[in-house]
Antibody, heavy 120, light 110 residues
Framework: QLQLQESGPGLVKPSETLSLTCTVS??????????WDWIRQPPGKGLEWIGS???????YYNPSLRSRVTISVDTSKNQFSLWLSSVTAADTAVYYC????????????WGQGTMVTVSS | QSALTQPPSVSGSPGQSVTISCTGT?????????VAWYQQPPGTAPKLIIY???NRPSGVPDRFSGSKSGNTASLTISGLQAEDEADYYC??????????FGGGTKVTVL
């Protein structure tokens, strides 16, 4: 069965760029009708959608983060990645990658999440 | 984009029913049936329990049901069980071709 696993640094300095990768196993990232998304959750707070990417490279971003976010896909590695620039303490959160069923716009498979702390 | 509005908490005794509301606007919940609900027990990743307003993925108990009226979607848990204690989030597709979550609701089983 399909699984997602986030990886990347757990600590990022303020003003630097946060970079995470999600590896998809048990299925192809190039499957039709699925988007691949990043979602985050600050400690003790709710979920925030960051953005989506299709295997063709088409992207959609949260307007509040659009100026700082880039999501890319590497179909040869079955991975997609998140870059978030100019981070501050407000970007400290658990970051999840998720499989997004396009037809119904629901996240039906999630990674376990990875905690990223922004601190000097 | 503004988060969908959910009550911070609801509670009920075992066996009772609880309903969580999720209020949006005509730009999201009111115009699309692409409303989903997620259950998140403490320390775990969210799990999809309702999609397209009222459909349950395979394996989700039929105690969980969803509905929508106007700009407000609702999740009802019937026959509340101790294992249902968790945070619940709604989400919706929006007219800006984005997705938005609700602020989350903590369900407590008394």
């Amino acid at each position: 069965q399909l699984q997602l696993q986030e990886s990347g640094p757990g600590l990022v300095k303020p003003s630097e760029t946060l970079s995470l990768t999600c590896t998809v196993s048990g299925g192809s990232i190039s499957s039709s009708n699925y988007y691949w998304d990043w979602i985050r959750q600050p400690p003790g707070k709710g979920l925030e959608w960051i953005g989506s990417i299709y295997h063709s490279g088409s992207t959609y971003y949260n307007p509040s983060l659009r100026s700082r976010v880039t999501i890319s896909v590497d179909t040869s590695k079955n991975q997609f990645s998140l870059w978030l620039s100019s981070v501050t303490a407000a970007d400290t959160a658990v970051y999840y990658c998720a499989k997004h069923e396009a037809i119904v716009d629901a996240f039906n498979i999630w990674g376990q999440g990875t905690m990223v702390t922004v601190s000097s | 984009q503004s988060a969908l509005t959910q009550p911070p908490s609801v509670s009920g005794s075992p066996g009772q029913s609880v309903t969580i509301s999720c209020t949006g606007t005509s730009n999201d919940v009111g115009s699309y049936n692409r409303v989903a609900w997620y259950q998140q027990p403490p320390g775990t990743a969210p799990k999809l329990i309702i999609y397209e307003v009222s459909n349950r993925p395979s394996g989700v108990p039929d105690r969980f049901s969803g509905s929508k009226s106007g700009n407000t979607a609702s999740l009802t848990i019937s026959g509340l069980q101790a294992e249902d204690e968790a945070d619940y989030y709604c989400s919706s597709y929006t007219s800006s071709v984005t997705l938005v979550f609700g602020g989350g609701t903590k369900v407590t089983v008394l």
